[in-house]
């Protein structure tokens, strides 16, 4: 027996009536952007003492005429944040919206901070709704 359409719930997320197959988890994860999954993940971070860096873009060039590029220091791959906190670990993350994966150079560089002893780790937002990420900050892989 199926729930007439005026009945199902509407999905917080995308505003529809929920028929997602795959339930309300898959839509709202679906419909995070990497800057919201950003703020979520450095309050969190911020709440436990880590203290948090991102490796953003400038604007270099004539904003009035918008001539120029968006330039980094940060080489090609560079994981998006960096967590530091006494006694811990340092945790490298790359933030990638739900249905990406990460580019070679990111892998790349992943694997070489973990071989160095950090934690470095892809971050989706399911992994932030499943509690992934709060198990990472709350265990903060102690030295």
């Known amino acids: 027996m199926t729930t007439p359409k005026a009945e199902k719930p509407i999905c917080p997320s995308c505003g529809k009536q929920i028929t997602h197959r795959e339930g309300l988890g898959w839509c709202v994860d679906h419909q995070m952007s990497e800057k919201t999954l950003q703020d979520r993940v450095r309050a969190r971070a911020k709440g436990r003492k880590w203290r948090v860096a991102h490796a953003g873009r400038g604007w270099v060039g004539d904003l009035e005429t918008g001539e120029g590029q968006w330039v980094t220091q940060m080489p090609d791959g ?19 919206k739900e249905a990406e994966e990460p580019t070679p150079a990111q892998v ?15 971050v989706k937002p399911s992994d932030l709704r499943e509690g992934r990420v709060n198990a990472i900050l709350n265990t903060g892989s102690p030295l």
Request: charged letters at 20%.
């Open 78 to 96: 560079w994981p998006d944040l960096t967590l530091a906190k006494p006694g811990h670990r340092l945790i490298f993350m790359e933030l990638k």
């Open 108 to 122: 790349e560089w992943l694997q070489l901070l973990n071989q160095c002893g950090a934690k470095a780790v892809v």
